[in-house]
C-alpha cells in the first residue's frame, strides 16, 4: 500500500491513488478549506492531480510562498480574461508573477487608459465572485498552434513553436469562456484569488523584450493574501512615490539629465558635493582597511577586451570608438581590465599579496532607454571598485574582511539589515570546471564562516567567477542589491598576471573584485530615497542656511558665515530681500538640517538661533557653542 509522507515525518497510506483535495480532507477539515496547491516530490501540482507512488508531499496555503505566487499567477489569468471579454481583438502574449504581483502583455491598438483599469478590475471581482472552476488539459503541439492562430493569437502560437518538442503542453481553462497556455499550477477556481488586488499601472514593452519588435502594452497589477497585506504595499508605494530620488533631487537642487545624453547624470553643486563627501568617506574608509588607490582610462584598445573575455560575453553593451587609424577602442564598461595592467607593472612577489587596489573609475553601459530610471539605473556611472590580488589560501580570509569592511560602511551609513546572496557557475560563462570548483568551495566556505544569513541564487555568477551580493533594506522596508564580492581565477591568467611565490616559482594570482557601493550615482540616489531626503548632517551638501531677519542683520550674517566655512561647515548665507518666514519655507523645502535665525538680539548677544529641519521649537546658542557643536557633528563617522 503506497504511502504519503508530510513534511512533520506523518505518513498516510492510500489504496490505489488520492488527489490534493481528497488529502488535504484527510489531514484536516481546516486544511481543506485553505489548500491552494501542493508540492509532490519538490514539484508543484494542482490539488487535481493524483498521486499514485510514494510521495512526500506539502499542501500549500497562503502562507507560504509558493501560495501566494500562484494566487497572484490566477489574478494574471482572470486579468487577461476580464481584458478580452471588455475588449474583444485583444491579444494576450505573456503574465508572468513578478515581486509583488504579476503583469500581462496585451497586444491592441488602442491605449489602455486609468479608466480601463478600473473598468478591467470590476471585471475580476465579478469573475472571482463567480466562482468559476480551473481545468487542466494536455494538448498536442500542432493543435496547440493551430488552435491558437485560428482565434487570431498569433503571439501565443509563436510562443508554441519556439517551446521544445519534447516538452508537455498544458491550456488551462477558467470556466468554460477562456483558456490560456500555461505551466500551471493553478487554483481549484477564480474564488480562490480572494479581493486583496490592485491594477497599478500600464507602460509599453517590446514583445520578447527585443527593441526591433512590435511595441506592447503592459499592465501591472500587486495581490496579496489579505486586505490588510494589500493596504500596507499600497502605502508603502505611496511612501515610496513621495521620497521618489527624482523629486527629490530637483527640490534639493542635486541634479537633472538631459535627452541629449541619456543615462548620464549633470550634477549641481550641491549634488556634487553629496558625491564629493561620499568619496572621501570611502576613500578614508578604504585607506585604512590597507587599500592603494588608482586610475585607469576609460578608452582601451579592442585587443584587451578580447583577451580579457569581455568583448565576447559583453561586446553588445559597450560603447566604442573608431579612431582615423582604423583602431577600434571601446569606453570602459568595468575597471578590471585595466587594473590587471597596473598589477603587472613591476615584479610580484607573494610577499605583496594580499594586494588591495581601489579606483572610483567612470564606467558606461548601454541600456536600453525604456530601462533608464534616474540614478538608480543610468548608462554611466561612478563604480567604487577595488581588486585584490592574492593567493588561494587567502581568499576565505580576504572574502570576511571585506563583508566586514562592507557591513561598516552600510551600519555608518544607516543601513543595519543586510542579507547575503550567493550566486554560483552561469551557463554562460569562461574558465574550467575545476577551476569554478575551486572558487565556489572558497566563497561558500567564507560565507559559513561569516555565520551570516544567506540565499543562494543558482546560475547568477559573474561569467568570470561566482560572486556575493549584497542587499541591504531601507527605512521602508524595500531591498537593494548593492555591494558585490567576486572570486576570479580566470581573468588574471588571460591576462598575464603573474607572481613569484615561495619557492621562485611563478603563479597566477586569484583576484577578488569588489565593489561596496555597486555605482555610486545609483547610492546616493537610494541614500536620497532611504532618508526622505533629510540626510544625515556630515553628509548633507548644505548642513547649515544662515538666515538675517532683515538686511540690518547682513554683514553679522556674513560674519557667521565666514565663522562657519573655516571650520568646514557646509553653509551658505541667503542674503535676499524675502520675508524670514519664506526664507524658512525654501530652505526647509530643499532639506537644509540647520536654518540659522539671525537678528538684532542675536547679533547682539553673539548668538543664533537654530532651527533644525521638521522641528518647530527653535533654540538659542552662544555662536562659539553652535560651532563646537558643528565641527562634532560635521566629523566621518569612522568605526
Not at 512533520?8 to 477539515?29: E, H, Q, T, V, W
Not at 488552435?147 to 513553436?161: C, Q, R, S, V
Not at 547649515?544 to 571650520?567: G, Q
Request: hydrophobic share 35%.
Amino acid at each position: 500500500m503506497p504511502n504519503i509522507q508530510l513534511l512533520d515525518g506523518k505518513k498516510i497510506p492510500f489504496k490505489n491513488s488520492i488527489n490534493g483535495f481528497d488529502l488535504a480532507k484527510k489531514i484536516s477539515k481546516s486544511l481543506e478549506k485553505i489548500a491552494l496547491i501542493m508540492e509532490v516530490d519538490g514539484k508543484l501540482k494542482d490539488l487535481s492531480h493524483e498521486i499514485t507512488k510514494d510521495s512526500n508531499v506539502k499542501i500549500i496555503t497562503a502562507k507560504d510562498k509558493d501560495g501566494l505566487e500562484v494566487i497572484r499567477h490566477d489574478a494574471a489569468h482572470i486579468m487577461a480574461m476580464s481584458v478580452q471579454e471588455l475588449f474583444p481583438g485583444t491579444q494576450v502574449t505573456i503574465g508572468p508573477v513578478i515581486e509583488n504581483g504579476f503583469y500581462y502583455d496585451f497586444a491592441r491598438k488602442e491605449p489602455f487608459t486609468n479608466e480601463d483599469l478600473k473598468k478591467i478590475e470590476k471585471k475580476m471581482s465579478e469573475i472571482i465572485d463567480r466562482d468559476v472552476k480551473t481545468r487542466r488539459e494536455v494538448w498536442k503541439r500542432e493543435d496547440a498552434i493551430s488552435h491558437f492562430k485560428k482565434l487570431g493569437e498569433k503571439y501565443k502560437a509563436e510562443i508554441i513553436e519556439s517551446i521544445p518538442e519534447n516538452e508537455e503542453l498544458t491550456v488551462y481553462h477558467h470556466g468554460d469562456s477562456w483558456h490560456d497556455l500555461c505551466r500551471g499550477p493553478h487554483l481549484a477556481s477564480s474564488g480562490k484569488i480572494g479581493k486583496a488586488f490592485k491594477l497599478t499601472k500600464v507602460s509599453g514593452a517590446y514583445w520578447r523584450g527585443d527593441s526591433n519588435n512590435e511595441m506592447l502594452q503592459r499592465i501591472y497589477g500587486t495581490c496579496w493574501s489579505t486586505k490588510k497585506e494589500l493596504d500596507d504595499y499600497l502605502n508603502r508605494l505611496a511612501e515610496a512615490e513621495k521620497r521618489d530620488h527624482r523629486k527629490l533631487g530637483k527640490e534639493m537642487d542635486l541634479f537633472h539629465f538631459r535627452e541629449e545624453s541619456p543615462g548620464s547624470v549633470f550634477w549641481h553643486e550641491k549634488g556634487w558635493i553629496l558625491f564629493q563627501r561620499l568619496v572621501e568617506y570611502m576613500r578614508t574608509k578604504q585607506r585604512l582597511a590597507g587599500y592603494k588607490e588608482i586610475n585607469t582610462p576609460e578608452l582601451l584598445d579592442k585587443s584587451l577586451w578580447e583577451k580579457s573575455g569581455h568583448w565576447e560575453k559583453f561586446g553588445e553593451h559597450m560603447f566604442t570608438s573608431e579612431t582615423p587609424d582604423e583602431k577600434t577602442f571601446a569606453v570602459k564598461p568595468m575597471n578590471c581590465p585595466g587594473c590587471v595592467q597596473i598589477f603587472n607593472q613591476g615584479l610580484k612577489s607573494y610577499r605583496d599579496l594580499p594586494l588591495k587596489l581601489s579606483e572610483f573609475g567612470k564606467v558606461h553601459r548601454y541600456e536600453p532607454s525604456g530601462a533608464l530610471h534616474g540614478l538608480l539605473r543610468v548608462r554611466a556611472f561612478t563604480q567604487d571598485d577595488a581588486h585584490i590580488f592574492c593567493t588561494e589560501d587567502q581568499i576565505t580570509q580576504e572574502t570576511l574582511t571585506v563583508t566586514k569592511l562592507i557591513l561598516e560602511i552600510y551600519k555608518d551609513l544607516g543601513f543595519k539589515n543586510v542579507i547575503l546572496k550567493y550566486s554560483d557557475r552561469p551557463k554562460k560563462r569562461v574558465g574550467e570546471d575545476e577551476i569554478w570548483d575551486k572558487s565556489e568551495k572558497a566563497l561558500m566556505s567564507a560565507i559559513k564562516k561569516s555565520k551570516l544569513d544567506y540565499t543562494i541564487n543558482k546560475g547568477e555568477g559573474a561569467f568570470y567567477g561566482p560572486k556575493i551580493e549584497f542587499v541591504l533594506r531601507d527605512a521602508i522596508g524595500r531591498d537593494w542589491q548593492c555591494g558585490t564580492l567576486q572570486v576570479d581565477f580566470n581573468l588574471p591568467g588571460r591576462l598575464g598576471a603573474t607572481y613569484v611565490d615561495s619557492k621562485g616559482e611563478k603563479k597566477v594570482p586569484v583576484m577578488l573584485h569588489r565593489a561596496l557601493f555597486g555605482s555610486i550615482e545609483r547610492f546616493i540616489g537610494i541614500l536620497i530615497e532611504n532618508y526622505a531626503g533629510k540626510l544625515p548632517m556630515w553628509l548633507s551638501p548644505v548642513q547649515v542656511m544662515v538666515l538675517p531677519i532683515s538686511e540690518e542683520n547682513n554683514a553679522y550674517a556674513k560674519k557667521v558665515f565666514e565663522d562657519l566655512f573655516k571650520e568646514g561647515i557646509k553653509c551658505e548665507v541667503d542674503l535676499k530681500n524675502q520675508k524670514i518666514n519664506y526664507k524658512i519655507r525654501e530652505h526647509s523645502l530643499s532639506k537644509v538640517p540647520i536654518l540659522l535665525i539671525l537678528g538684532k538680539k542675536e547679533e547682539k548677544s553673539q548668538s543664533v538661533t537654530v532651527r533644525k529641519l521638521g522641528v518647530e521649537k527653535q533654540i538659542t546658542l552662544k555662536k562659539s557653542k553652535f560651532l563646537k557643536d558643528m565641527q562634532n557633528s560635521n566629523k566621518l563617522p569612522l568605526n
